[in-house]
């Protein structure tokens, strides 16, 4: 069964610093999602992305957070000043809406650790 | 009021065990709506779609009440295997981009 697949499982970095999550979306699908989820607390929507731009962002999407489908394959997520909040497991996922229903494809998911 | 609403338990049974988990939501516009299952540090899967008149998958067992805005899993015959987060999922009306997910039920099945 094809996957979404996200690099890198762990990302440790430190308060201020940059970071990109990476994501290959199942390669029929349209449409392209970050979600994420602080250890102990739900899962949260962070991000749609589809055509090339954003469809639809949360309140915890702030000017911190930028996504890009740099080419054909890959979407990624960049956090331009981490803080220490942003510590959570991020979920890309895909769905192909042309079958007229979620639910979606997640990632196995990226831990990111801002010490 | 929280938009989508569990108990978190955790629910202990016994193997064998019929184990019901129950959900509530807050937007009663809300169009589409999940059970996703969640093992410890990994990604939700998703589960079984919930469908107004009902639905059953094997020993799984979905009810949507959209007038109560009351969600429900029945799960018969638990086994071992069934040990993880029970994750209660609503798309809101227009939301065809987002899950908004509920906190979880934790079920632990015991020998």
């Known amino acids: 069964e094809p996957e979404v697949t996200q690099t890198p499982s762990h990302q440790v970095t430190q308060m201020g610093q940059e970071v990109i999550l990476r994501c290959v979306p199942i390669?029929?699908?349209?449409?392209f999602y970050w979600y994420r989820q602080i250890l102990g607390q739900k899962v949260e929507f962070l991000v749609s992305?589809?055509?090339?731009?954003?469809?639809?962002k949360s309140e915890i999407f702030d000017d911190q957070f930028s996504v890009e489908r740099p080419d054909g394959s890959n979407f990624t997520l960049k956090i331009r000043s981490t803080k220490l909040e942003d510590s959570a497991m991020y979920f890309c996922a895909s769905s192909d809406r042309d079958r007229g229903e979620l639910p979606l494809h997640f990632g196995n998911g990226t831990r990111l650790t801002v010490t | 009021r929280k938009e989508v609403e569990q108990d978190p338990g955790p629910f202990n049974v016994p193997e064998g065990a019929t184990v019901a988990f129950n959900c509530t939501y807050s937007?009663?516009?809300?169009?589409?709506f999940f059970w996703y299952r969640q093992d410890c540090r990994k990604e939700p899967k998703l589960l079984m779609s919930?469908?107004?008149s009902g639905n059953e998958d094997g020993r799984f067992t979905a009810q949507l009440n959209r007038a109560s805005q009351y969600i429900s899993l029945l799960i018969r015959d638990s086994k071992l295997s069934d040990s993880a987060t029970y994750l209660c999922v609503v798309v809101p009306s227009g939301g065809y981009n987002k899950l908004i997910f509920g906190a979880g039920t934790r079920l632990a099945v015991h020998p």
């Open positions: 937007n009663s516009a809300s169009q589409s």
């Open positions: 390669s029929n699908h349209l449409y």
């Open positions: 919930v469908y107004s």
């Open positions: 992305f589809y055509n090339n731009e954003i469809s639809e």
